[in-house]
């Protein structure tokens, strides 16, 4: 299993998230994810403006195995959906923790039902 990156907050439902310096914040799922996944070869992603609030289903990852829902972490507003990943999906595959989904302007800045990388890495252990 490769490192869980240290700046980076986590769900339990395996996405990462980055906190940005305007307070907006980037989603993806982690490279747990997308090895469980297997080769990615779709992938759904919310509107920009979709309100979402904090664990709705609000994107789709479909590999050759399974299809899964993604998860918002955080209440708020969709502001932008990575389109480069519509027409290449493996990129997720190929690094997961740069290949992002979508990007939220949270409802507010209540990060604290967001894991760390030690409370990942144990959710992960655990699964």
């Given at each position: 299993?490769?490192?869980?990156?240290?700046?980076?907050?986590?769900?339990?439902?395996?996405?990462?998230?980055?906190?940005?310096a305007?307070?907006t914040?980037?989603?993806?799922?982690?490279?747990h994810a997308?090895?469980?996944?297997?080769?990615?070869?779709?992938?759904?992603?919310?509107?920009?403006?979709?309100?979402?609030?904090?664990?709705?289903?609000?994107?789709?990852?479909?590999?050759v195995?399974?299809?899964?829902?993604i998860?918002?972490p955080?209440?708020?507003?969709?502001i932008?959906?990575?389109?480069?990943l519509?027409?290449?999906?493996?990129?997720?595959?190929?690094?997961?923790?740069?290949?992002?989904?979508?990007?939220?302007?949270?409802?507010?800045?209540?990060?604290?039902?967001?894991?760390?990388a030690?409370?990942?890495?144990?959710?992960?252990?655990?699964a």
């Open positions: 299993m490769s490192a869980i990156p240290a700046e980076l907050k986590y769900t339990a439902s395996h996405e990462w998230v980055r906190i940005e305007d307070g914040v980037t989603v993806g799922i982690t490279d997308q090895e469980a996944l297997g080769d990615i070869v779709f992938i759904e992603l919310p509107e920009a403006d979709r309100i979402v609030g904090a664990g709705d289903a609000c994107a789709v990852v479909e590999s195995k399974a299809a899964s829902d998860y918002a955080l209440s708020g507003t969709v932008a959906a990575n389109q480069d519509i027409e290449a999906p493996d990129a997720v595959n190929q690094d997961a923790y740069a290949a992002w989904l979508f990007k939220l302007q949270p409802d507010s800045a209540d990060f604290a039902a967001l894991l760390d030690s409370a990942y890495a144990a959710v992960v252990a655990n």
